[in-house]
Nanobody, 127 residues
Framework: QVQVVESGGTSVQAGGSLRLSCVVS????????MGWFRQAPGKEREGVAA????????DYLDSVKGRFTISQADAANSVYLEMSGLEPEDTAMYYC????????????????????WGQGTLVNVSS
């Protein structure tokens, strides 16, 4: 059974930095498309960043470009989301998701492309 586990969410002041981690386990696949999504209270879930571990190709939501970086961790099927210049508008529950295939770049920030989801980790940015 595939499991996705996120960690690293916490409270931070505006302008600060944070690193989220995500690990996928329980699968025989060794290449995933992995995405980070977030959902703020009263808002729809949105894709923030995604990466295909087979070629490290990345995609980002426009509002986080230059501030957030998604990357592969040394451990297999693990990724980081490094966030800097955090703003109160970044406050949300952050979810990691995985698809055991290469999702086309134009679709990587679409939640329906992902098969496996974590429980979320809360990021709270105070002004």
């Amino acid at each position: 059974q595939v499991q996705v586990v996120e960690s690293g969410g916490t409270s931070v002041q505006a302008g600060g930095s944070l690193r989220l981690s995500c690990v996928v386990s329980g699968s025989t696949y060794n290449k995933f498309t992995m995405g980070w999504f977030r959902q703020a209270p009263g808002k729809e879930r949105e894709g923030v960043a995604a990466i295909y571990t087979g070629d490290s190709g990345t995609d980002y939501l426009d509002s986080v470009k230059g501030r957030f970086t998604i990357s592969q961790a040394d451990a297999a099927n693990s990724v980081y989301l490094e966030m800097s210049g955090l703003e109160p508008e970044d406050t949300a529950m952050y979810y990691c998701a995985a698809a055991a295939r290469r999702v086309g770049r134009v679709y990587r920030l679409a939640s329906f492309q992902y098969d496996f989801w974590g429980q979320g980790t809360l990021v709270n940015v105070s002004s």
